[in-house]
């Protein structure tokens, strides 16, 4: 199908047109440029979607606070959008939908669209898909976006970079304090929920975190919310925190200077992208493999052999 | 000092020389070239360094298993580099030492050279930063090298392209088989350890992820060793399973083919830098604001714009 009939169709909801083009988006396809044009520069809704992040490490609860976040948000009748971005599996080719199952009290509801992504390969994967994918489900009539991540590490930096607002999740008993520190994630938290918050240490880790955080000099103060969300507790706190925070990024102009921060980085990653593929086009893998193999045998240095990688391009 | 001299103090195993040159390789020092091409091309020690990486959630006990094999390993006589990436704190410009306290034991040991790294900036900063420090390390004489990395993610993906060996750590009750699947593990590990072995779940856990890996087709089948790191047991089992995973490596060529794939990728990492450096010269800042501005309105695509910055290569 033309890729123009496709975005018209996402644009009307429909449900299979945009699953079709998420795939497009995952696999790279040729069409995507065509895909990515229309839906830049046809028409688009206004305002554009609020895009939040959520991330911590694996057991803390994300996608239980996810499901709850969805239904908090139906609740308000806004169509939402779920992204479960697995920065770590360029292996697999697909993210498993373990996870996924808790969602199915969603699945026959058609103003949520949820959809687990996989980004493959290294340098770049989820910066390069994970816009095109975010603004597929803007075209869709998403208001909300969640986008869950797995992780820690460079998967919290990069999902700051793709969202509004972010949500670090954490629950007791999971690490001490410089671990979280360590983890980066008190620099990229807008919003901090202690999740499981019936678990003893609750009240710990908040002071904790709450005495961490004031150590980062920053112009939003990231507020703390506990939640128990396999039973939907402390879930107002939360839509009141994200609140608050929408309202300091559109006062301040933080809003704007993130989304234009993100359109940056994106252009940079396609960008990148295409000099890689320039790289393999002119000398093959072989080419590479030959300087390679000079590196190791001591014959040159790894500055020299990227020049003389250049050099052709 | 002259770059070749501190080489020089670095492989006669002068500490502080290490240390030095590992601070010039953090911030990206002019220097590193000249120095990058003196470990290279002057004379180097054969066989080249061991290097194993260790990965895992928070929690599960990696500086403690890192404190464990440093022990075993000097028990064996040998010289032993460890280095703590941190790749997820690209803000805070230095990796907090917290985990470091336990390592004091060997802060007098002249046999053991102990760093923390923080890998700043976002694309590449491991694949570009950690094979220089290798190389250092291996230069001061270190038969070992130990890569502890916190988190999952992909921090795991680029460990498992640095190492030569990848130990995968779990913890018994720290996180379902599914969330260790979608955290990528499965491919990436060479050796799995279940630490805190006398916690409850700890056979289930073995089982479990027994099970999972017989669903990765590889040729080597990864050993699971249990271990409780604070106490030191399991020390041998692991050392063997480290052992005969070496054996595979050598015995099927891949030794060889994943150190050819290093210096690729490293190739590769400095010569996207440097594009990426001529991005910012060609143009300023400004000139990526303007194309991101002109996505952000509807008038451009990124990949339009992507062309245009490269089109002035």
């Avoid at 688009?44 to 709850?68: D, E, N």
């Avoid at 460079?154 to 700051?160: F, L, M, N, Y």
Wanted: aromatic residues 2%; glycine residues 10%.
């Amino acid at each position: 199908m033309d890729a123009v009939k496709l975005v018209e169709l996402a644009r009307e909801g429909r449900p299979r047109a945009v699953a079709r083009l998420i795939s497009l988006v995952e696999n790279a396809s040729p069409e995507l440029r065509a895909i990515t044009a229309e839906l830049c520069t046809g028409p688009r809704r206004q305002p554009p979607a609020t895009v939040i992040g959520l991330t911590g490490s694996p057991g803390v609860g994300k996608s239980t606070s996810t499901a709850m976040l969805v239904r908090a948000f139906r609740a308000q009748g806004k169509k939402v959008g779920v992204l479960a971005v697995d920065p770590s599996s360029p292996f697999t080719g697909g993210a498993l939908l373990g996870d996924r199952v808790r969602m199915q009290d969603h699945a026959t509801d058609s103003g949520v669209f949820i959809r687990s992504m996989a980004s493959r390969g290294h340098l770049g994967g989820l910066a390069w898909a994970t816009p095109q994918a975010l603004r597929v489900l803007d075209a869709a009539g998403c208001e909300v976006i969640l986008i869950e991540t797995v992780g820690v590490g460079q998967a919290e930096v990069d999902i700051a970079s793709l969202a509004d607002t972010t949500i670090v999740l954490l629950a007791p008993g999971m690490g001490d304090g410089v671990q979280a520190a360590k983890a980066g994630i008190l620099e990229v938290g807008d919003v901090f929920v202690v999740n499981k918050a019936d678990r003893d240490g609750t009240q710990a880790a908040v002071r904790e975190l709450r005495n961490m955080i004031a150590l980062v000099e920053r112009p939003w103060k990231p507020p703390i919310v506990t939640t128990i969300a396999s039973r939907g507790e402390g879930v107002e706190e939360l839509l009141v925190a994200l609140a608050a925070h929408r309202t300091h990024l559109v006062g301040s102009g933080e809003l704007e200077g993130r989304r234009r921060a993100r359109a940056r980085e994106e252009i940079e990653a396609i960008a990148v992208a295409a000099l890689r593929g320039r790289f393999a086009y002119l000398h093959g893998d072989r080419r590479l493999d030959t300087l390679a193999a000079g590196v190791l045998a001591g014959d040159s240095d790894p500055y020299t052999a990227a020049d003389e990688l250049l050099s052709a391009l």
